[in-house]
């Protein structure tokens, strides 16, 4: 049984083991959930792995098939048309969520830092004279001032503003988000696609058999095996807005026993494909499963072009052990962590088919 790793903030299945696509952020100390499904979750027989029904008419081969269509080419949708909120934001930019503008490999101290921080006994005996000096004074004076700074504190709105806009973006989220799961049978005969990601052109059925006929082919196996379908359908709330996530999540396993293999969201409504996701044990596997899951997305690409282009996502991740990215259509994820390697693909929401 596969483990499964959730976000400690959102309870959002994790890619990669430690990024979710839900908040943006890397979860360092995800949730490990080893139990059959979810609470939120419903199927027969997940994880039960068999042998996949291939029929794909396009095959692998190397060679030119065009160039996939430029980023300025993308047609704009009309106001009237539906627009994926996954993540809102108030002032209507853009924005990066992800790693903080921190550089993990400054060392904290260093010889330098050590001389322009040591300084003078004096200095030291001075600052903390000063100190103690400005405790005694607090303490005496500390009724006056305490009954002085409420009433500044609360004729100021002050108050209020601290209580509704000092918390962390996720502090305050929480506070104000809710979880409701939702009944498939319902979402279906809406028919309406799911708010919460963008939704890829691309049908999930036609794609999960042609990742296996790539896989098929490439490999020279007959143990390429698909596992069963496993749904999750809710709605969470952020403040006066809500957003759906219908997701229909399928593995496709290459069958080597190391645990390289697709993971393959779908919308559980309309279908299409909306995440793609890569594991795999070593550096070679997973280059060309992410170069398959690119080719799968856009058939008509230069597959020459794009195995160059994988070739430098990982060896530009590998100098600070992940990457983001856009990739033609796509947001593009990679990390490695002591020598597993995790890709995800979502699809940019300039591109989003609804």
């Keep these: 049984m596969k483990k499964r790793y959730l976000c400690p903030v959102c309870e959002h299945e994790l890619t990669a083991?430690?990024?979710c696509p839900e908040c943006k952020r890397l979860r360092k100390e995800p949730i490990i959930y080893e139990g059959d499904f979810l609470p939120n979750e419903s199927g027969s027989g997940a994880g039960v792995l068999e042998t996949a029904e291939v029929t794909t008419k396009d095959t692998w081969s190397v060679g030119s098939y065009g160039s996939a269509p430029p980023r300025s080419s993308a047609k704009k949708p009309s106001p009237d048309t539906y627009r994926n909120t996954r993540y809102p934001d108030a002032c209507g930019g853009k924005h990066?969520?992800?790693?903080?503008?921190?550089?993990?490999?400054?060392k904290k101290n260093t010889l330098e830092d050590e001389k322009k921080k040591d300084g003078s006994g004096m200095k030291i005996v001075g600052r903390l004279f000063f100190a103690a000096a400005l405790i005694l004074v607090?303490?005496?004076c500390w009724e006056p001032i305490k009954t002085t700074a409420l009433k500044l504190w609360k004729d100021s709105g002050l108050e209020a503003a601290f209580n509704g806009g000092n918390a962390s973006e996720e502090e305050s989220a929480g506070a104000d988000s809710s979880h409701q799961d939702v009944d498939e049978e319902e979402?279906?005969?809406?028919g309406e696609p799911c708010s919460g990601y963008s939704?890829?052109?691309v049908d999930g059925q036609i794609y999960m058999n042609t990742l296996a006929g790539y896989c098929k082919e490439l490999w020279q196996s007959e143990d390429?095996?698909?596992?069963?379908?496993v749904t999750s359908n809710w709605i969470s709330s952020y403040g006066d807005r809500?957003?759906?996530?219908?997701?229909?999540?399928v593995y496709v396993d290459i069958g080597d026993d190391t645990g390289n293999y697709f993971r393959i969201v779908s919308d559980t409504v309309t279908g299409e494909v909306m995440q793609v996701s890569v594991s795999a044990s070593g550096r070679d596997t997973a280059q060309k499963l992410l170069l398959l899951a690119g080719c799968g997305l856009d058939p008509a690409a230069d597959r020459n072009q794009l195995w160059q282009e994988?070739?430098?996502?990982?060896?530009?991740?590998?100098?600070?052990?992940?990457?983001?990215?856009?990739w033609g259509t796509s947001d593009l994820y990679v990390s490695i962590d002591e020598g597993s390697y995790y890709c995800t693909l979502e699809c940019l929401d300039e591109y989003d088919k609804y």
């Excluded at 990066?96 to 490999?105: C, Q, R, W």
């Excluded at 979402?187 to 809406?190: K, V």
């Excluded at 994988?310 to 856009?326: I, M, R």
């Design 96 to 106: 990066t969520y992800g790693i903080p503008n921190v550089d993990p490999h400054r």
């Design 199 to 201: 939704h890829y052109d």
């Design 138 to 140: 607090v303490i005496l």
């Design 17 to 19: 083991k430690s990024f």
């Design 310 to 326: 994988v070739q430098g996502f990982f060896s530009d991740a590998e100098a600070d052990g992940y990457l983001f990215t856009e």
């Design 242 to 249: 809500d957003y759906t996530y219908y997701e229909k999540s």
């Design 224 to 229: 390429i095996q698909v596992s069963d379908a």
């Design 187 to 190: 979402i279906l005969a809406a």
